[in-house]
């Protein structure tokens, strides 16, 4: 059984910066057998759940949303089966609880579209506040 644990959120002043990190357990992120796509969503209270970033094994480039384009970057580190979500110049709009999701098996698709996404980790908090 596939599971996701997010850590790093916290509180920033706005321009400042987190990591996010995504620990992935029941599937190893190099495993050839199937393909992965992993996805970093971001919810505030009353509001639909917004994809940000996301990456896959079976494409080439990952996917941001215009939102975030240029500002965070995702990235993978498979000795630690462990996917990032690198938060650079963070801004008053860019707050609420961020999660991770994953897609694994012969076909994925790299997508923002959250109902795509079959395993969710618990969330983490991300404040942005002077």
């Known amino acids: 059984q596939v599971q996701l644990v997010e850590s790093g959120g916290g509180s920033v002043q706005p321009g400042g910066s987190l990591r996010l990190s995504c620990t992935v357990s029941?599937?190893?992120?190099?495993?050839?057998?199937?393909?992965?796509?992993i996805g970093w969503f971001r919810q505030v209270p009353g509001k639909e759940r917004e994809g940000v970033a996301c990456?896959?094994?079976?494409?080439?480039?990952?996917f941001y949303a215009d939102s975030v384009n240029g500002r965070f970057t995702i990235s993978v580190d498979n000795a630690k089966n462990t996917v990032y979500l690198q938060m650079n110049r963070l801004k008053p709009k860019d707050p609420a609880i961020y999660y991770c999701?994953?897609?694994?098996?012969?076909?994925?698709?790299?997508?923002?579209?959250?109902?795509?996404?079959?395993?969710w980790g618990q969330g983490t908090q991300v404040t942005v506040s002077s």
């Open positions: 029941g599937f190893t992120l190099d495993d050839s057998s199937d393909y992965y796509a």
């Open positions: 990456i896959s094994s079976s494409d080439g480039a990952p």
């Open positions: 999701a994953a897609q694994i098996g012969p076909v994925v698709l790299l997508t923002l579209l959250a109902d795509e996404y079959d395993n």
